[in-house]
T-cell receptor
Framework: GAVVSQHPSRVICKSGTSVKIECRSL??????MFWYRQFPKQSLMLMAT?????????EQGVEKDKFLINHASLTLSTLTVTSAHPEDSSFYIC?????????????FGPGTRLLVL | AQSVTQPDIHITVSEGASLELRCNYS??????LFWYVQSPGQGLQLLLK??????LVQGIKGFEAEFKRSQSSFNLRKPSVHWSDAAEYFC????????????????FGQGTILTVHP
């Protein structure tokens, strides 16, 4: 149980285009989802916290107009990288927290590797 | 602010040897600590976590970790490493506000890459 999927697993796009990444909790409801970014040979950095039915909370330094997050249901959150540039190339990972289960257990998706040319 | 330090960027051990990965945290109150493992190109899998109680925590895949408040450490150990343990390991702490309320935000260490020689 507690499986989180991400789609696509890998995407290559041209500079200036937008890319949407989906994060789904497959067998549980997730009140809260988290989006992380991991640059090569670096640790994960939290970008934003997404709560179902409300606006996402962004970490300092993360542009909310560039990284659009929508958490429309208890099983789906999307991250849209708008007007992507080569410096946005990274590994994006989402995690989902069990609804009513608290924050202490987050289940991570397999990640999406974005390459912007 | 809370922080996590993993002093070793890369560790190499022989299969069957014991393993200890170091993790130090900076936090004023009792921390909530985690160890995750990440295989290449994959997401993170939770190995174990510490919230309170017994300071020696058992996890999956034969891993354990010991919380030592006096040393601000939460080192991960395994008595006998298998080739399949080769991966990157992350220590993490949950971020809280000044009042101790958790936001549920994980702060990760830099990671330790484990290489296992046959």
């Amino acid at each position: 149980g507690a499986v989180v999927s991400q789609h696509p697993s890998r995407v290559i796009c041209k500079s200036g285009t937008s890319v949407k990444i989906e994060c789904r909790s497959l067998d549980f409801q997730a009140t809260t989802m988290f989006w992380y970014r991991q640059f090569p040979k670096q640790s994960l950095m939290l970008m934003a916290t997404s709560n179902e039915g409300s606006k996402a909370t962004y970490e300092q330094g993360v542009e909310k107009d560039k990284f659009l997050i929508n958490h429309a249901s208890l099983t789906l959150s999307t991250l849209t990288v708008t007007s992507a540039h080569p410096e946005d190339s990274s590994f994006y990972i989402c995690s989902a927290g069990l609804a009513g289960g608290g924050w202490e257990t987050q289940y991570f998706g397999p990640g999406t590797r974005l390459l912007v040319l | 602010a809370q922080s996590v330090t993993q002093p070793d960027i890369h560790i190499t051990v022989s299969e069957g040897a014991s393993l200890e990965l170091r993790c130090n945290y900076s936090y004023g109150a009792t921390p909530y600590l985690f160890w995750y493992v990440q295989s290449p190109g994959q997401g993170l899998q939770l190995l174990l976590k510490y919230f309170s109680g017994d300071t020696l925590v058992q996890g999956i895949k034969g891993f354990e970790a010991e919380f030592k408040r006096s040393q601000s450490s939460f080192n991960l150990r395994k008595p006998s490493v298998h080739w399949s343990d080769a991966a990157e390991y992350f220590c993490a702490v949950v971020t809280t506000n000044a009042g101790g309320t958790s936001y549920g935000k994980l702060t990760f260490g830099q990671g330790t890459i484990l290489t296992v020689h046959p």
